[in-house]
């Protein structure tokens, strides 16, 4: 009988200190400024990849999409919130070397910048550089393999920006 009041008592207090600490899941909170519909630009893309852009955006729409379908406007004219946003820089490095002159691993890194604007152009949130990385292995001879690793390492990092992106915008801190 003392195990199972014991059990209960520790559920309780659990429960009670989950709840009472501002526990909350990543994204969960609501848009800056009381914000309910957003219209995503295509970003601007500052970087040397050429077209990027539209993968940067299509994730940034994606993962909106993903989370809060209903928040999303066709259309500036239906928005109360204009999301615009610059790929500042999408760099290669090698991480990994077999000698001197041979990579065996580069690591692609991708700077984005957001900001959320009311539709009379009055910021409301900016989200500052957001940084995300993906490594990716270099194929010895085999420039073609290379090159796709490297394209599936931006998709990545693209993917990881806009969950970054989402999250930070819909933390409630």
Wanted: glycine residues 8%; contains cysteine; negative net charge.
């Amino acid at each position: 009988m003392n195990r199972q009041v014991n059990h209960w008592l520790v559920t309780v207090v659990l429960a009670a200190m989950l709840s009472g600490c501002g526990y909350q899941f990543s994204g969960s909170g609501s848009y800056p400024a009381g914000v309910s519909r957003i219209f995503i630009t295509i970003l601007e893309n500052r970087s040397g990849e050429t077209g990027v852009e539209s993968t940067f955006t299509n994730d940034l729409i994606y993962e909106f999409t993903r989370n809060r379908k209903e928040s999303l406007a066709s259309d500036r004219s239906s928005a109360d919130g204009i999301l615009t946003g610059t790929i500042v820089a999408l760099s290669v490095e090698n991480i990994a070397r077999a000698s001197v002159s041979t990579a065996v691993e580069r690591r692609v890194t991708g700077t984005l910048n957001l900001q959320l604007a009311s539709p009379d152009g009055k910021v409301l949130w900016s989200s500052g550089n957001i940084v995300e990385r993906q490594a990716y292995a270099v194929v010895a001879g085999n420039k073609t393999a290379t090159d796709q690793n490297k394209s599936d390492a931006i998709d990545i990092v693209s993917q990881k920006l806009a969950e970054t992106a989402f999250n930070r915008m819909t933390d409630d801190f």
